[in-house]
């Protein structure tokens, strides 16, 4: 009997399902080993030589495969067709190796399939092959890299920049991408331009819409309507003048299908037409894989089986008609920059499969795997066949010129199953139907036509005189942005270009692989640990740098320039894959990383906190110091009139904008873009009222957030006046007075504990809780916290209440665990149930 090694419990039944008797399939669960995340753990002066570890659940999967082994002298291991799945056969291999778990005459095999279905595993069983050391030399490349550099470059941050967390080799460039994008559109300046719509009528009665595209006999630029007065005359223009139609073309056109799914791709469109974030995407992909419905997820290749064209055709004559296939089948090839197109695309294992009849699968799955299924099939199916028109239109004079356009689908072709996403929500003016018009027709205004899209853009306030059904002599109705004459037929409408929109995390994967950085196996992680880091934001699906992003970005742009260089990335990215190639050798490309990035680091030794500062001062000034209404100096402090505002730093609170002046000058700040503008802003709060002695209340925004404060500091004295943080979740236009003094009465005695001690409720650094004082046996001071999930609960929690909480504390939250969980997901492999539980840090699953 032979034991086979897989990565997941969940393809494991699967295989030994497809296996039967004669082997004995385990489960290694990911990675059997890792690099301790310390200090040495890769060591430049021993030639990188790396030091690995097995944590202790590892090291429970190794032992199992070694006892099994003792009974099954064969071992092979079927680990994921990729490099990360290479290096978990090798470190499996070293790990078993190291316990003597193999003997000399122990066959070791290497298989690999595409796809977990009955087929591809017999398959690939009578295929095996060695580790490849050249997959494995590429995968220690990257580790060692990514260890190099977080190792030595986020230390440097730690000491330079206060506050700052780490730094990743591509997660950084990821990062650059994204700061880039905001400062672009901070120094965005939009730019007016008008156009002018009008409805016209056929002599058979029927109406379509035509956009001005010449005025004064020549073509008409984008800015040349740049005002409201020359849109004015414009429209006036089109009004006062008989229309002719000159030319009617028709054209025919056809859309071809997009390719099959790869990793970015799919990310991408799932994000687009589900909203699903990249790490969703790929564990629903994961799924789907080890329960034999798709091939593998992590790949760049859009390439598809032979067999599974032939397959996908099928399906299509037998669904839609043969009229659906074309002659030949459609093949396709990666634009993409450094795509290895090793694999095949992602693809249904059962082409005649559809959602409808997966077993097992949550929703996720279904409508990933309903998408995966749609777009395979569309991108084996005939092109869709359009007749796109245009239409141009003159004044008799020559003055006038318009051009409708539009298109008549004429065969759907592979757009009866699917189409594609978009990254945005303009309208294609193309996509219109226009009715049947024949050149020299006499055109005339269709009035009222336009008149209810008038009020919508103007919000029904006109200011002007005039009304529809009077003619094209009418007077005009204006509006702010929006004009109408010609008896309602002809609308000029302001618009104003737009910024470069915000990434989201399909257009960052997809920025990324243009630029060839990060690999289909990386793309999710990177996003997320941006987010993670607090570098990032995500908004309505976009994302949106933290200062601290910028700060990292700018640091590392002014002293580690090379390193977040997209080119820089996007070489090391070819010289890994020419390692996996076995065209490189991957210790020199270890060794000439190091030598250039070790003197950046030690190039850093001797900067001060303070040159630091003051070059990002400089970089990210616009952003911190934008300018004043008054045109005075931004940097000039405006609490002393005197100091200067520059970053500073600390290492509880991150980095604020503070005066030079201090300790003379307190004003803080936090910075530019977390507080709107408001007297909460300015150095003496915003006044909420007073208190029973009349003592003025204020909130105000320091370097850690809003707060309240009581009272002021008292000029040459250390003591500085109360002050509450306003929680997490209490927004400052919400604060009044009542509020205010609550918080600032915290925190609160409940009462005398039962078994002695004070007992009090309070907000602190990690939310609203209940404390009990007492001592221990020694007499020292002992203290018990235990948590709240409402900041409300501070003003009311009684003393049975904060009893039962504090009991359950010091019991090491064992009363926490009768609760009852909110759904029971399924049995665990090894036993018990998987279930989704309400804790202090919201659901988790046991």
Known sequence: MAVVVVESPAKAKTINKYLGEGYKVLASYGHVRDLPPKDGSVDPDRDFEMIWEVDPQSAKRVREIAEALREDNELILATDPDREGEAISWHLLEALRKRRALRKDTPVERVVFNAITKAAVAEAMKNPRQVDMELVHAYLARRALDYLVGFNLSPVLWRKLPGARSAGRVQSVALRLIVEREMEIEAFRPREYWSVRAALRTPRGASFEARLSELGGRRLEKFDLDAAPKAELAAAAVASRPLRVVSVEAKPAQRNPSPPFMTSTLQQEASRKFGMGAQQTMRAAQRLYESGYITYMRTDGIDMAPEAVAAARREIAERWGEAYVPKSPRIYKNKAKNAQEAHECIRPTDMALDAERLAGMGPDERRLYDLIWKRTLASQMEAARLERTTVEIRSDDGEVGLRATGQVLLFDGFLKVYAEGRDDDLEDEDERRLPAIHEGDALTLAEGALRAEFDRVAQAETDGAGAPGQGAEAAPLRAEGALLAGAGAVLAQRHFTQPPPRYTEATLVKRMEELGIGRPSTYASIVTTIQERGYVRKEKNRLIPEDKGRLVIAFLENYFRRYVSYDFTARLEEDLDLVAAGQEDWKALLSAFWRDFSAAIAETKDLTITEVLEKINEVLAPHLFPPRPDGGDPRLCPHCGQGRLSLRTSRAGGAFIGCSNYPECRYTRPLAGEVEGGDMAGPDGK????????????????????????????????????????????????????????????????????????????????????????????????????????????????????????????????????????????????????????????????
């Open 687 to 846: 006044l909420l009222g007073h208190d029973e002695h009349g003592v003025p209340v204020t909130l105000r925004v320091g370097r850690f957030g809003p707060y309240v404060q009581l009272g002021e500091q008292e000029p040459g004295s250390d003591q500085k006046p109360k002050r509450a943080s306003l929680p997490k979740g209490l927004a400052p236009e919400a604060v009044d007075l009542e509020k205010a003094l609550a918080l600032l009465s915290l925190p609160r005695v409940i009462g005398e504990h039962p078994e002695g001690g004070r007992v009090e409720a309070a907000i602190g650094r990690y939310g609203p809780y209940v404390m009990h004082e007492t001592v221990d046996e020694n007499g020292k001071p002992r203290r018990i916290y235990a948590n709240l999930k409402d900041p409300d609960e501070v003003f009311s929690i009684g003393m049975n209440r904060a009893v039962e909480l504090i009991a359950q504390k010091a019991a090491g939250g064992r009363g926490r665990a009768a609760a009852e969980p909110l759904r029971v997901l399924g049995e665990h492999p090894e036993g018990d149930a998987v279930a989704l539980h309400d804790g202090r840090y919201g659901p988790y699953v046991k």
